[in-house]
């Protein structure tokens, strides 16, 4: 696969309200534009064709990443909350849950010296603003002492199979299934609303009873406490690239597929008896298909607004300079009792090599070698 290129770029504001009625958030924050995971059904690749680009597998090679995300995060909070007269709780109430990750995987591979995620999660962390995040890496490990000082309403991980050919094939730069599950364990016995979505279920690959009840059933030993299953959505932009990755792999299914999705979803005569086996596998494991409810308290920020414990990462240590910050983040989780194996750090920590530069400008071209 060819290498990713980063372009750093600043935003005028970190969050997204979202028009969608039918969405369970109603802003949501990426810190990344672009994921070097290389989902070949990823919904988000339709957002790429916003900036100009395709939504091809430029949506993996072409990653922009929001250099002052952070401090773009607490000026829009701060112009909120003064909107609020100064009132936190209305804040939250108007704001929560906000989704992280949405668009992109906030903890792809660049994540580990960029930081970018990291230092909202400082910010949202200040203001008490209940999150949930939606992530396929156990590079989330990392920050489990500043998730246990936040308002996190649910850590989805996101499954769709343990089908090791499957996943190679469709996604072929994420975690392994098993490691993401091993996340969703490590992260609900440090007390946090860890668990999985299984999503998207893919006609004809992956909603097999068989298959399913494997990945329910994996997810009820790993402790979820939750699994929530949606089905593929394709849209027009992303039909192309995904029936392309089916043609090449899997061209038996091609026309099966191509019949069911004359539009975005499959007609209900196929989801409504897909996600009624879905339930019955759930019941059968004791398993909720909803987020649990939030029991954290809301205490007022501890700090003055103007200190801000987010200031974004110095340049040099973020293009992997120095000590490096991947170093750092090993062991901090390390020290703080949260299990990080070799290969899981392996999987999604890269080994980064910066191409030099004057300014902060153009593109950065990285070299991203996953184990």
């Known amino acids: 696969m060819a290498a990713p290129t980063y372009t750093f770029v600043q935003t005028k504001q ?53 250099d002052n995300v952070a401090d773009a995060l607490a000026e829009q909070l701060e112009q909120l909350l003064s909107r609020h007269r100064g009132d936190l ?5 108007a704001l929560g849950p906000l989704a992280i990750g949405t668009a992109t995987d906030p903890y792809q591979p660049v994540e580990a010296k960029a930081r970018r995620t990291r230092a909202c999660l400082e910010v949202l962390a200040h203001y008490r603003i209940p999150v949930s995040i939606t992530t396929r890496s156990p590079l989330i490990l990392r920050d489990v002492d500043l998730l246990k000082r936040m308002d996190v309403q649910a850590i989805n991980v996101s499954v769709h199979t343990l089908d090791t050919q499957v996943w190679r094939r469709l996604e072929p730069a994420t975690p392994a299934p098993l490691k993401r599950l091993q996340a969703v364990q490590h992260l609900v016995a440090h007390g946090l609303p860890a668990g999985v979505f299984l999503a998207p279920i893919l006609p004809c690959l992956t909603d097999q009873t068989s298959a399913l009840e494997a990945l329910v059933k994996a997810a009820s030993v790993h402790q979820a406490r939750f699994v929530i299953p949606s089905v593929l959505r394709l849209t027009p932009e992303v039909k192309s690239w995904f029936f392309q990755v089916i043609a090449a792999h899997y061209p038996q299914l091609l026309p099966a597929l191509q ?30 298909d909803r987020w649990p409810d939030a029991t954290q308290p809301i205490p007022d920020p501890p700090v003055a607004p103007r200190d801000r414990p987010w200031a974004p990462v110095a340049r040099e240590r973020a293009a992997g300079q120095g000590d490096g910050v991947g170093g750092e983040a090993r ?33 950065v071209q990285l070299t991203l070698s996953l184990f």
């Open 89 to 93: 709780q209305a804040l939250r109430a």
């Open 14 to 66: 970190a969050m997204n309200r979202v028009q969608s009625p039918g969405m369970p958030f109603r802003w949501s924050l990426n810190p990344y534009r672009g994921c070097t995971h290389g989902c070949s059904f990823c919904y988000a690749r339709s957002t790429h064709s916003y900036l100009g680009f395709a939504a091809d597998d430029t949506f993996r090679t072409q990653v922009l990443v929001k």
């Open 259 to 288: 019949r069911l999705y004359r539009a975005a979803y499959p007609p209900q005569a196929y989801t409504r008896p897909l996600l009624a086996r879905i339930r019955r596998l759930l019941a059968h494991y004791h398993v909720a």
């Open 331 to 363: 062991r901090k989780a390390g020290a703080a009792g949260v299990p990080v194996d070799g290969r899981a750090w392996a999987e999604t920590e890269a080994d980064t090599t910066v191409k030099p530069r004057d300014s902060m400008q153009g593109p």
